[in-house]
C-alpha cells in the first residue's frame, strides 16, 4: 500500500514537472528579475515614479483615462446589456454579435479605427475642410484615445451586462413595482443588488486592460502620454531597463490591486461560491 502510494506520488511529481519548469522559466524568474532591477541604480529608482514629475504625469495620465472609460464603460454597458436582455425582437442576436465585434481586434486595429475617423486623412478632417473648417483631427491625443479604449471595452461590459441581467429574477422588480416601488427604487433595491458583482468584475477587468493598453497607445497616444508607451520608451530608446522595470512594477501593482479589491468586494459571487 505505502508502496503503490509513492509510486502514485511520484507519477504525479513527474507530470507536474514540466508545468513547474515551465511556470519557474517563464513567470516567476522574469518576475523576480523584474523586482530587483530597479535597486542597480539605488533605491530610489523604486520611487522613480513619484518622484520625477514626467513619470508622475504619465501615471496621473493613465490613471484619470482608465478611470473615466471605465465609468462610461459601465454606465453604456448596462443600459445596452439590459436593454438587449429584457427585450426579445427580431435580429437581436445579430445586434448583439456586431455589438461585441470588436473583441475580435487588437488593439492596433482600434487605433486604426480611430484615425481612419479622427485623423488627418479622416472622415471628420475631410467633413471640416468641406465646410471650409480646416482639417480638424482628434485621433491623436486624449479624445482619441478616449474613443478608442471606450470602443474596445464596450463590447466586454454589454456581453457580460446581457449575460447577467438575463439571469436575473424578474420576480424581485415585478413585486417591488407591485408594492409601489418608483423606476428609480427598483434600480436601487433590485438591479444594484443583482448586478452588482457584475459591475465590479467587469469594472476591475476594463480599468485594468486601459490601464496596460499599449496596441492602441502606441498608435494614438503622440500627443497625450500614458505609462505603457513611457515604459516602451525608457526601455527601447533608452535603454534604462532598471526605470523601466520600477514603472512596470508600478503599473502592474496598481492594475492587481484593482482586481484584488474587486474580488473582494464582489465577495462568494465573484469566487463562484
Given amino acids: 500500500m505505502h508502496s503503490g502510494s509513492l509510486s502514485s506520488r511520484r507519477w504525479l511529481g513527474a507530470c507536474a514537472a514540466p508545468a513547474v519548469a515551465f511556470f519557474a522559466a517563464f513567470w516567476l524568474?522574469?518576475?523576480?528579475?523584474?523586482?530587483v532591477l530597479p535597486a542597480q541604480n539605488g533605491w530610489r529608482t523604486y520611487f522613480a515614479v513619484l518622484s520625477d514629475s514626467r513619470y508622475l504625469q504619465s501615471l496621473l495620465n493613465t490613471l484619470g483615462l482608465s478611470v473615466a472609460v471605465t465609468l462610461l464603460t459601465l454606465v453604456l454597458g448596462a443600459a445596452v446589456g439590459i436593454a438587449l436582455a429584457r427585450h426579445r425582437f427580431r435580429g437581436?442576436?445579430?445586434l448583439l454579435s456586431l455589438l461585441t465585434l470588436p473583441l475580435s481586434f487588437p488593439g492596433v486595429i482600434i487605433g486604426f479605427f480611430i484615425i481612419l475617423l479622427g485623423g488627418r486623412q479622416g472622415l471628420v478632417a475631410d467633413l471640416t475642410d468641406w465646410l471650409g473648417l480646416g482639417r480638424s483631427t482628434f485621433a491623436y491625443g486624449l479624445?482619441?484615445?478616449?474613443?478608442?479604449?471606450?470602443?474596445?471595452?464596450?463590447?466586454?461590459?454589454?456581453?457580460?451586462?446581457t449575460a447577467a441581467a438575463a439571469a436575473m429574477d424578474a420576480q424581485l422588480e415585478e413585486a417591488s413595482r407591485s408594492l409601489g416601488a418608483s423606476r428609480w427604487r427598483v434600480v436601487w433595491d433590485v438591479w444594484l443588488p443583482e448586478l452588482g458583482a457584475t459591475t465590479l468584475a467587469c469594472g476591475a477587468i476594463v480599468f485594468a486592460t486601459?490601464?496596460?493598453?499599449?496596441?492602441?497607445?502606441?498608435?494614438?497616444?503622440?500627443?497625450?502620454?500614458?505609462?505603457?508607451?513611457?515604459?516602451y520608451n525608457e526601455f527601447t530608446n533608452y535603454a534604462n531597463f532598471a526605470l523601466a522595470a520600477s514603472l512596470s512594477i508600478t503599473l502592474g501593482l496598481i492594475t492587481w490591486?484593482?482586481?484584488f479589491a474587486a474580488r473582494r468586494a464582489a465577495g462568494p459571487v465573484a469566487a463562484g461560491a
Wanted: hydrophobic share 60%; net charge positive.
Fill in 143 to 161: 479624445t482619441g484615445l478616449f474613443l478608442a479604449y471606450l470602443y474596445f471595452s464596450l463590447p466586454r461590459a454589454i456581453a457580460s451586462y
Fill in 210 to 231: 486601459a490601464m496596460g493598453a499599449f496596441g492602441t497607445a502606441f498608435t494614438l497616444a503622440s500627443k497625450f502620454e500614458v505609462l505603457p508607451i513611457t515604459i
Fill in 257 to 259: 490591486l484593482a482586481l
Fill in 29 to 35: 524568474l522574469p518576475i523576480v528579475q523584474l523586482l
Fill in 92 to 94: 437581436r442576436q445579430l
